[in-house]
Each structure stands twice: as structure tokens, then as C-alpha cells.
């Protein structure tokens, strides 16, 4: 059974960084386009980032320059880098995984925390 | 960037009766249009995709149709694990992925 299982949240000051981690099981990351996703708290879903199979890169214009995804092949784990964090970034993260390569996502995390806070 | 709006952003149903969930997009997205549920302090759960297709393991109380710019997720007969934010998501013209801001369907 697929699973997706991602840490590396916590409080970070504004201007700070953090990598996300979101460690799969049941699948193999590379095989697939894997995705994150945010939810500021108490409001909707915000697609952030998303890498192909062929390792394409992809970002939303609000963290374009600043974050950076990526992933190891080798510990099948996908990560997301987060840098100049903004207090606008405070939200759950959640990795996803695109099924089919029709940026639909079958698979989610449970999600990280990250507060941008002083 | 193709804005997703939804309506209404809450609903009150009675367990038992029909729910009608709308979402519109700012311009055509043709089929390419997801479904998700979610529950409080849950990950998002695939309902449908290609506007009308369920995705694995969905009841059969879960229908969508539409294409175009208007989409609907209908819930048959509400049951009580239904009630939940629903969130929809166009996939045919990205970057960006857009996904509407929720209705959330909430017992009356």
C-alpha cells in the first residue's frame, strides 16, 4: 500500500529556511510526478511545487526563487527546500503523488507544519 | 492563472438527502477537472477526476458532471463519514495547479 510520510516542520524566524522531507512507501518516488501542496491555517489548498518522473521542476510564482524540490532516488524521499521564508509560508505541507502523470493526486501525506513567526 | 470558485461555501444537509456542490472556472479546463475530500486533520482524499470519474475505492453516492467552465459533485444520499470540506481541481492549463477554495458540507 502506498504511503506518504513527511516531517521536518517546526518554527522557523521570517528570512530563515527549512527542507521538507516526505518519505514514500509502496512506490518509488521517481517513477512518478510528485507534488507539494500548502494549507495556511483554517484555509484552502495552494499547489506549491510539483517534479515530473524525468525530473522537470515546476513552482508556483509565490515561491518561485525561493524554494527548490527535489529528490533522493536512493531513499526514496522527496523534499522540498524552503528558503527566505515569509510569514505568508506559515501552513501544512502535504506531498502528494500524481498517479498517472495527469497532475492528479491519488496519494497524499498527512502533512508538516511550518510557522513563519519572530 | 485559471481562478476555481466554488459554491456555496457552506452547505447544511440533512443525513440522507442530496448535496450539490458547484464549481466554476474562470476559463474552459475542458474534462481536466479533480475532486477531493477533506476531513479535519486528514490529508485530501481523490473522489473524482476527468470531471466524472471515481477513483478507487469511492461509493457510488459520489457523481460528477460538467465540462468547460461548470462542474458539479453530487453526493446521492449523505452519510456521516460526507461530511467534510470538497475542494476542486483544474488541471489543464498549469503552471499553476488551481483548486477552488472549498465548500464545506456541514450537517443541518
Known amino acids: 500500500e502506498a504511503q506518504l510520510v513527511e516531517s521536518g516542520g517546526g518554527l522557523v524566524q521570517p528570512g530563515g529556511s527549512l527542507r521538507l522531507s516526505c518519505a514514500a512507501s509502496?512506490?518509488?518516488?521517481?517513477?512518478?510526478?510528485m507534488t507539494w501542496v500548502r494549507q495556511a491555517p483554517g484555509k484552502g489548498l495552494e499547489w506549491v511545487s510539483l517534479?515530473?518522473?524525468?525530473?522537470?521542476?515546476y513552482y508556483a510564482d509565490s515561491v518561485k526563487g525561493r524554494f527548490i524540490i527535489s529528490r533522493d532516488n536512493s531513499k526514496n524521499t522527496l523534499y522540498l527546500q524552503m528558503n527566505s521564508l515569509r510569514a505568508e509560508d506559515t501552513a501544512v505541507y502535504h506531498c502528494?503523488?500524481?498517479?498517472?502523470?495527469?497532475?492528479?493526486?491519488?496519494?497524499w501525506g498527512q502533512g508538516t507544519l511550518v510557522t513563519v513567526s519572530s | 492563472e485559471i481562478v476555481m470558485t466554488q459554491s456555496p461555501a457552506t452547505l447544511s444537509v440533512s443525513p440522507g438527502e442530496r448535496a450539490t456542490l458547484s464549481c466554476r472556472a474562470s476559463?474552459?479546463?475542458?474534462?481536466?477537472l479533480a475532486w477531493y475530500q477533506q476531513k479535519p486533520g486528514q490529508a485530501p482524499r481523490l473522489l473524482i477526476y476527468?470531471?466524472?470519474a471515481r477513483a478507487t475505492d469511492v461509493p457510488g453516492r459520489f457523481s460528477g458532471s460538467g465540462s468547460g467552465t461548470e462542474f458539479t459533485l453530487t453526493i446521492s444520499s449523505l452519510q456521516s463519514e460526507d461530511f467534510a470540506v470538497y475542494y476542486c481541481?483544474?488541471?489543464?492549463?498549469?503552471?499553476?495547479?488551481?483548486f477552488g477554495g472549498g465548500t464545506k458540507v456541514e450537517i443541518k
Open positions: 502528494a503523488r500524481d498517479w498517472n502523470g495527469d497532475y492528479i493526486f491519488d496519494q
Open positions: 476559463q474552459s479546463v475542458s474534462s481536466n
Open positions: 481541481q483544474q488541471y489543464n492549463n498549469w503552471p499553476p495547479l488551481t
Open positions: 476527468a470531471a466524472s
Open positions: 517534479i515530473s518522473s524525468d525530473g522537470s521542476t
Open positions: 509502496g512506490f518509488t518516488v521517481s517513477s512518478n510526478y
